[in-house]
């Protein structure tokens, strides 16, 4: 990725300080939605740009907003409320963000998720996992919404929907250049924890020996996870060479859930039916709401060894996929919703005019009459009068 990785892709220190730009809720294109606050923090340090917070349109958008750019994009980034996961909590935070900013055009979805490694797929801890449509799905297979069938297994039955042909054409664009190029995220990390020193204690990449793989029928408790013990167990991979992407991108078969996993042995059967590369709770309350590109940096192995130690790069590391992919993605002007108002208003305002200016003519025509009529004619034509009067008003005022 040698264009993508040039200096213009590391965050800028743009906006950082107190005097930061205000916008308007119609000027931004771009959502980009976290469940947990370290991925927030993780997407915020990706920013060029921070932007001045705005007020709420709707006093049932119970969503917090970190605004920004990056590259050509303006950026609304949502997180979860603290303690919700899941599908419909990621589905109610979608909804309120769309009404609150109308000219979001695309969604990613960037967060921490279990990696599936298999023979065909070496995913490590600290890896980036992208959706990527396949075989009839959309990139995002929901695996606890389905039916059980005699003799066949299960079976699902929702389907959702994929990302936007454009989104899809830049992921394939990304994918070629790191054929050639490799991909260099590494970069965009040191460039952002340069950036927020205070980030590099936690979000730095931890210590190699802290990524154990284990055979899905070895099963541990809470207190083993701290322990670097059980080698003899573990499986032992080669060390990536300077040649590999470390961390590397994964492109394929994210599999979603309102529930947290922590067994290998779904994990391995879900590989083996689906070709499945990631679990992750979110992505299928959003992708009919919001169809969105979900990135998911690699924490665990979806196993009972589940430890926080990852959780923190790996946002980073999704985070870092995110800004290459906006840097790639072509800008699109977003919709002046202001000036639609202006003139609508406009062409009320000469419909009001129009109204009121055939009244008073109406009214002013009355009154002539009216005094033509005051003054009393002959006896004669007294009636003639009348009933001309009475003609004349019916025309006027059935116009």
């Known amino acids: 990725m040698a264009d993508t990785m040039s ?11 107190p005097c930061r730009p205000r916008l308007v809720h119609e000027s931004y294109t771009i959502a980009w939605i976290c469940a947990l606050s370290i991925e927030t923090a993780a997407a915020m340090a990706m920013l060029d740009e921070m932007h001045e917070e705005l007020p709420r349109i709707s006093e049932h958008d119970n969503n917090c907003y970190k605004l920004g750019r990056i590259g050509r994009h303006n950026v609304v980034i949502a997180t979860l409320p603290s303690g919700e996961y899941g599908t419909s909590s990621a589905s109610s935070v979608s909804r309120n963000l769309l009404h609150t900013f109308p000219n ?3 969604g990613l979805l960037v967060g921490i998720g279990g990696g599936v490694p298999s023979q065909n797929h070496d995913i490590r801890l600290g890896d980036v996992v992208v959706s990527s449509p396949a075989d009839g799905n959309g990139g995002v297979f929901q695996y606890d919404f389905g039916k059980a069938i005699q003799g066949k297994g299960f079976q699902n039955t929702r389907f959702l929907n994929q990302p936007p042909s454009i989104m899809r054409a830049v992921t394939g664009a990304l994918r070629a250049d790191e054929e050639l190029h490799g991909c260099h995220l590494d ?3 040191e460039a952002a924890l340069n950036r927020y020193p205070r980030l590099r204690k936690n979000y730095c990449r931890p210590d190699a020996s802290s990524d154990r793989l284990y055979p899905s029928d070895v099963i541990h408790d809470e207190s083993c996870c701290t322990d670097i013990g059980d080698a003899s167990q573990q499986i ?12 590397a991108i994964h492109y394929g078969l994210i599999a979603s859930a309102n529930q947290l996993i922590k067994d290998a042995s779904i994990r391995d059967r879900l590989a ?15 992708m009919n ?10 924490s665990d192995y979806a196993d009972t060894h589940k430890n926080d130690v990852w959780q923190r790069y790996a946002a980073i590391s999704a985070a870092s996929y995110a800004r290459i992919f906006l840097q790639q993605l072509p800008a699109v002007k977003p919709i002046s919703h202001s000036n639609t108002r202006t003139n609508q208003g406009f062409e009320n305002m000469s ?22 009529i005051r003054h009393r ?8 009068f009348s009933t001309f009067k009475t003609r004349v008003l019916k025309i006027i005022f059935l116009r």
């Open 7 to 17: 200096s213009s892709s590391t965050p800028s220190p743009e906006g950082a300080g």
């Open 104 to 106: 979001i055009r695309h």
């Open 187 to 189: 970069d965009i990390i």
């Open 236 to 247: 032992i991979r080669a060390p990536r060479t300077g040649d590999e992407s470390n961390p």
């Open 272 to 286: 083996s039916e689906k070709d499945v590369l990631c679990f992750e709770m979110e992505a299928g309350g959003l």
């Open 289 to 298: 709401e919001l169809p969105c590109l979900v990135v998911r940096g690699i």
């Open 351 to 372: 419909t009001s005019h129009q109204a009121l200016s055939g009244s008073l003519s109406r009214r002013a025509s009355h009154q002539r009459l009216g005094g033509l």
């Open 377 to 384: 004619p002959p006896p004669g034509i007294q009636k003639i």
